[in-house]
């Protein structure tokens, strides 16, 4: 329990200090995980580094935000962003829900939860600078988006979570796991869209009605921004078609596609293509259009989080549920609190595993599985929205630096409001509605 504490009061910590004193939280994070590694785990720096650094994560933000960097630095992005405001010049009142639709979109046809905020975040941004809306709707957009549209039955996740219960429950459960990935879908749609629309009206989306006298008529698009979008959208389609072609019709060359191109090597492959192209400086990308201080801030604080297995987080905070005599009632929203206070620190990926073995002994007890299966995920995603969690950081990609801090403030307190919100449906039962 000592330790717990101390993690907290470290993570608290930085918090007060990041933002009293402007300090990047990911560089007070590599100093507090260094620290906790030497007096705590008995490690080196190196074997840290070497162990615990999410040297993936630090890749995957830099080779993709630089491949989109350039697309930025054209102003081809901006471009993109600035017809859909035009055409909707009449109604850019609408545009936040363009982004949310548009994010669900692409995240359904194939790129899901990791490779979605990636592919739209810097153009539903755009959109919001262009119309002057509050950069939050834009990252909600992103975050909340990307997750319904992951959610759909020929995702992958889909097929992931019927085999990861199946595997802890067992095979004579299983038609009220489907039954529960449809309801998850339901209840993702409902809930989220809730969420975006009542930080649409919070946030004064429809103020823009004003605005749209602003949206002039674009310029028509430059040589190096033409060669640019051909290569995003040459990439989203390399990307998206083998993911959905395998869905239809299983073949060795979409499987190949689907296995091997991923968003890493193509972004990389993209990236090269336009710095060879020149369709802008290399050292200006790398310099300007590169987030560096989010990079930084989102792999300081994975390092971080990386230590709370080793301070007994997970372990103090799941042995009272398993333990504590609650009512049947209540047990699904403790899961729902218990991984949802987990998940706004770390990654709800990383959280939900530990508490898997909780599952069978909620559903021993008489909880209906839908509601378990509901709680679990709700607490698993919806603080994820935190700027300290992946879905969070991911979905800050394209928010331009003048916007961040702002919106990063937002980020850190929407996801209580979220968790508090779910967690009541949970205790009023909601995730109990049609059950089988």
């Not at 959905?244 to 090269?272: C, D, R």
Request: hydrophobic fraction near 55%; include cysteine; aromatic fraction near 14%.
């Amino acid at each position: 329990m000592a330790l717990t504490i101390l993690f907290f009061v470290i993570v608290a910590a930085i918090i007060f200090v990041g933002i009293k004193f402007d300090v990047n939280f990911g560089l007070l994070g590599i100093i507090a995980a260094l620290c906790i590694a030497a007096i705590v785990c008995n490690m080196s720096a190196t074997d840290a580094l070497t162990e615990y650094f999410p040297l993936s994560l630090f890749f995957n933000l830099l080779i993709t935000t630089l491949f989109y960097g350039f697309a930025n630095a054209t102003g081809a992005m901006a471009g993109v962003a600035q017809r859909i405001a035009y055409a909707f010049r009449g109604h850019a009142a609408l545009l936040p829900f363009v982004g949310y639709f548009l994010t669900i979109v692409v995240s359904a046809m194939g790129p899901g939860a990791t490779s979605t905020p990636i592919i739209v975040s810097a153009l539903v941004f755009s959109l919001a600078i262009q119309a002057g809306y509050h950069p939050i709707l834009a990252s909600l957009a992103v975050w909340s988006g990307t997750m319904v549209g992951a959610a759909m039955p020929w995702m992958s996740d889909w097929q992931t979570r019927t085999g990861t219960y199946q595997s802890l429950l067992g095979d004579e459960y299983l038609p009220q796991i489907e039954h529960s990935l449809w309801l998850l879908l339901f209840w993702f749609f409902v809930v989220y869209t809730i969420v975006f629309v009542a930080a649409y009206f919070f946030f004064g989306g429809y103020k823009v009605k004003g605005k749209t006298v602003d949206v002039e008529k674009p310029e028509p698009f430059t040589k190096e921004q033409k060669l640019s979008i051909i290569v995003v959208v040459g990439v989203v389609v390399l990307l998206i078609v083998p993911q959905f072609v395998e869905l239809i019709a299983p073949n060795p060359v979409t499987s190949w596609m689907k296995t091997y191109l991923s968003i890493q090597v193509l972004a990389a492959i993209g990236a090269g293509i336009l710095a060879v192209a020149r369709v802008a400086k290399f050292n200006d990308v790398i310099k300007n259009q590169v987030p560096w201080g989010l990079i930084l801030t989102v792999c300081g604080m994975m390092f971080l989080m990386k230590f709370a297995d080793s301070m007994n987080v997970v372990t103090t905070f799941a042995t009272p549920l398993s333990t504590a005599n609650l009512p049947l009632w209540l047990l699904p929203a403790a899961l729902l609190a218990v991984n949802g206070v987990l998940t706004y620190f770390c990654d709800g990926r990383a959280v939900s595993p530990m508490l898997q073995p909780l599952y069978p002994v909620f559903v021993a007890l008489g909880c209906p599985v839908e509601a378990v299966f509901l709680s679990q995920m709700f607490g698993g995603t919806g603080p994820s929205l935190s700027p300290f969690s992946t879905g969070g950081a991911m979905s800050l990609l394209g928010c331009p630096d003048d916007k961040r801090d702002e919106t990063v403030r937002v980020q850190m307190v929407l996801p209580w409001i979220i968790l508090a919100f779910t967690f009541l449906l949970s205790v009023i039962g909601c995730f109990r509605w049609f059950t089988v």
